[in-house]
């Protein structure tokens, strides 16, 4: 019994590795990583690195009351203050009644550009908070943008 328990412990363990392994490289990497630059090392920060910075003219939005199944959408304004090419890499909502649409294209610095948020109400009751996490090049390359809505009947 031991050494069939062990070989099935065995087995599962090789098929996990396996998969963790294939997975890793399933990634999309189409970003041109000329843009890309990380000023921070071991010695410091680089402060004359040519580097985008996103700035947001708001980070959270409330959308008030909703009633159930109301479908609101809110745009965040971003503009690169930096001086290098922005890159929205992707952005990741915390639930399925959230999409964020983003630009596809890269932000010179000095233009600014929309993050359109699509909260969808429905099968949801009392206070909701949302949250949208927008990856960039610049640095941090992490960004959280939040809403809430109080829905109701």
Do not use: W
Not at 38 to 47: L, R
């Amino acid at each position: 019994m031991t050494k069939i328990l062990t070989k099935t412990l065995l087995t599962a363990l090789a098929t996990t590795a396996l998969l963790l392994f294939a997975a890793c490289g399933s990634g999309n990497n189409d970003v041109d990583t000329s843009v890309i630059n990380n000023p921070n090392s071991a010695s410091g920060v680089d402060k004359d690195a040519k580097m985008p910075i996103i700035k947001f003219d708001k980070e959270q939005h409330d959308f008030g009351r909703l009633s159930k199944g109301e479908v609101v959408s809110y745009s965040f304004k971003f503009t690169n203050t930096g001086n290098a090419d922005l890159i929205v890499k992707e952005c990741n909502a915390t639930c399925g009644c959230t999409v964020a649409d983003f630009p596809k294209n890269n932000i010179k610095p000095g233009e600014s550009g929309f993050i359109t948020v699509t909260f969808n109400s429905a099968n949801k009751h009392g206070q909701q908070i949302q949250t949208v996490t927008v990856g960039t090049n610049a640095q941090p390359a992490r960004y959280i943008l939040k809403i809430i809505a109080q829905v109701e009947h």
